[in-house]
Structures are given as C-alpha cells and as structure tokens.
C-alpha cells in the first residue's frame, strides 16, 4: 500500500525559499510517476507539479521558473523545490500519483506572509 509523507513546510516571506519532501512507502517507487498538488483555504487541490519515471516535470503555468520537482529513487523521496515564493502559494502541499490517486497523507502546511 502506497503511503506519503510530506514536509518541510513553513511560514516564509514573499521571496524566499523553501523545499518541500515527500517520502513514499511501497515498492513501485521507481517505476511511478509523482505530483506535488496544493489546496489553498475554500480552493480546489490542484496539481501544480509532475515527474514521470525517468526524470522529466510538468508544471502548472502559476509556478513555472519558480518551482522544481525532483526525486531520489534511492530515498524513494520526492522534492519540491520553491523560490521566490508569493503570497498566492500559500497551501497545504500533498504529493500523490497523478491518474492514480491514492490515499493522501497529512499534506505540509506553507504560508508566504510578510
């Protein structure tokens, strides 16, 4: 059973940086595709990022140049990388399997407050 754990959220302000992980449990880590979404107050949860097996990202147009995924299949751990962060970003970021959405985890909360 497939399970994520995020974190490394936080309060920041407008302009900063910070990096986001998600550790999966299971054992189709390396052969899995991986998304970071967000959910803002009273909003949808939205994909905003996306990493297929061998490495290649999507992004959502609102963080392009801003935002990186990344993955260490070793750690079976995905990252988000987040610069020059805007109000507007904050959410509670959860990562899953886009078009085979599992059970999410607990998400981590990132607030962009000055």
């Known amino acids: 059973q497939v399970q994520f754990v995020e974190s490394g959220g936080g309060l920041v302000q407008p302009g900063g940086s910070l990096r986001l992980s998600c550790t999966v449990s299971g054992s189709m880590f390396i052969f899995s595709a991986f998304g970071w979404y967000r959910q803002a107050p009273g909003k949808q949860r939205d994909l905003v990022a996306q990493i297929t097996p061998d490495g290649s990202s999507v992004y959502t147009d609102s963080v392009k140049g801003r935002f990186t995924i990344s993955r260490a299949n070793a750690k079976q751990t995905v990252f988000l990388q987040m610069n020059s962060l805007k109000p507007e970003d904050t959410a509670v970021y959860y990562c899953?399997?886009?078009?085979?959405?599992?059970?999410w985890g607990q998400g981590t909360q990132v607030t962009v407050s000055s």
């Open positions: 899953n399997v886009p078009d085979d959405l599992r059970s």
